[in-house]
């Protein structure tokens, strides 16, 4: 998740930082692509890892645990980055080091998670048992050095392209756009190769005696990824020059006397004082929104593989189903992308249908919470027309029925339309109130981030334990998220203000995004 608490910073030596003409967008078409390169691994992880963690051994309660990197990273790693690239005197300039350090950290990385199954038998796993605690830590490792080093790369990305439009507002609209465009390119060509079965025999090696054939589908998406993040960010760096940043040592000092207090995390804790009514009410209804959210994007292919599909984790009964589950909820996952883009771009008409952003985002929300609600129902469903081949329960149980898994589809599908507004409405309506209001338009928008990965954290550390007291299944969280959402809802309709009408307009141009 992306944290704006950097913006204050971004506000000084603007002379020194900020080129007299904004680049050419062919140059900033080239730094939004490296967007692509980036949500195609997010897309992984968000559809294979956790499958792939309780395939190592980690039980489905504490699989959550694992994914308290994203908001972690997300609340400190950005703001840190940001904070010093915006000072880094490196000749290559000040944003390129990190996103080329990013990147090869993000290689890194995949090299970790890809191959943790053999490097753990390598040092003294016992594939006969269940858990695998040398290839678990391996993993864990490079799980979070993955989302540690994804979170470099996007705020220098999304910094350079402010720097590339040079305060040119309508090109800065365009430049998150295209980056808005090819998150959503990424997110599509991620689902599609986690949904394929037959990626492993590209990367015939990747199948091995720790490693079966879902593990080294894994590896192979994990291959793409970095060959497709590499390639985009090499011929970035090469094709866009930024230049050094020479520091004026006088402002140096001014700024140093005037932030000494206060450090970038702390600007963030010193902005709730500022806060008026509105941004707390716009708090709450986003805390909600992402407690309703964040189970399901948690859990999403899980439910698909042993709820929907019947099966279950490792290479006993009923394994194949589950990966079948898997594949076919990483398909899911690109149908809700399609809809979450194709949305996005009409996200200023359905404002003007239903008569206003605060009215559009609590529609939403109620959507959202009746298709948590129904993930119970397309399990029932599932459930009592479950069949096995010849009767045999201790067989792998036959796929669902293609009106099931044409619920499933829809549902995925229809869950983009309030994930496009999630990612979009409740940024710039924190833009506004703190326009409204006087606070500080990047304390706001910092502390809205906060909003974000703390239910986050929450649920990445209770879904797993709430969901195993009530069976182990995936449901119960889905429940608790539809509760939420239902009240983030309600809440937005009744009690957050709507925006001035001459700003309205800004609350469908402004993006925001969810790691």
Not at 81 to 89: L, M
Request: aromatic share 10%; with cysteine.
């Amino acid at each position: 998740m992306e944290s704006l608490s950097s913006k204050k910073s971004n506000s000084l030596h603007v002379e020194a930082l900020v080129p007299n003409e904004s680049s050419p967008v062919r140059k900033i078409i080239v730094v939004a692509s490296i967007a692509a390169g980036v949500q195609f691994g997010w897309a992984l992880q968000l559809s294979l890892l956790t499958p792939y963690v309780q395939l190592l051994g980690i039980p489905h309660k504490w699989s959550s645990f694992i994914w308290l990197c994203g908001p972690i990273s997300g609340m400190l790693v950005q703001p840190f980055v940001g904070y010093h690239s915006d000072r880094c005197t490196s000749r290559f300039g000040r944003r390129r080091p990190f996103i080329a350090a990013g990147a090869i950290a993000v290689a890194v990385a995949v090299f970790l998670i890809g191959f943790a199954a053999d490097l753990g038998h390598a040092t003294g796993d016992d594939l006969a048992m269940q858990s695998r605690p040398r290839a678990i830590a391996i993993f864990v490792v490079g799980f979070w050095i993955l989302d540690v080093a994804n979170n470099m790369l996007q705020g220098p990305c999304r910094a350079l392209l402010a720097d590339l439009s040079a305060g040119d507002h309508k090109k800065t609209r365009k430049a998150n756009a295209f980056f808005s465009f090819f998150m959503a390119v990424g997110n599509v060509l991620g689902y599609a190769a986690g949904s394929y079965s037959g990626l492993h025999k590209i990367f015939p090696f990747t199948v091995t005696k720790a490693c079966d054939i879902y593990c080294a589908n894994l590896k192979s998406c994990f291959f793409i990824s970095i060959i497709l993040l590499l390639t985009l960010t090499t011929i970035a760096l090469i094709y866009v020059k930024e230049r050094a940043f020479v520091r004026d040592e006088k402002k140096l000092e001014e700024e140093e006397e005037e932030t000494v207090t206060i450090p970038c995390f702390g600007e963030l804790l010193g902005a709730f004082h500022e806060l008026k009514k509105p941004m707390w009410i716009l708090l709450l209804v986003t805390c909600l929104n992402w407690i309703a959210w964040f189970p399901f994007l948690l859990f999403d292919t899980d439910w698909m593989g042993k709820e929907v599909y019947g099966g279950s984790v490792g290479n006993g009964k009923a394994s194949k189903a589950y990966d079948k589950g898997v594949r076919a909820g990483a398909l899911g996952l690109m149908l809700n992308s399609v809809v979450l883009g194709v949305t996005s771009l009409g996200v200023e008409i359905l404002a003007r249908v239903v008569g206003s952003v605060k009215r559009l985002w609590g529609i939403v929300n109620f959507l959202l919470a009746i298709s948590l609600a129904i993930t119970v129902l397309v399990t029932k469903m599932a459930q009592h027309s479950r069949h096995f081949p010849d009767g045999d329960i201790n067989a792998d149980p036959l796929p669902p029925t293609a009106a099931i898994k044409a619920a499933a589809f829809t549902l995925f599908s229809l869950l983009g339309i309030p994930l496009a507004i999630t990612y979009s409405i409740p940024f710039a309506l924190a833009s506004i109130f703190s326009t409204t209001t006087g606070a500080g338009q990047g304390l706001s928008l910092g502390v809205l981030n906060l909003a974000i990965v703390i239910p986050q954290m929450i649920v990445s550390v209770l879904s797993g334990p709430w969901d195993d007291a009530f069976g182990g299944g995936n449901l119960p969280a889905f429940v608790v998220g539809a509760v939420a959402a239902a009240a983030s809802g309600i809440l937005c309709i009744v009690l957050l203000p709507s925006p001035p009408p001459e700003l309205a307009k800004a609350a469908t141009t402004t993006g925001g995004g969810f790691h």
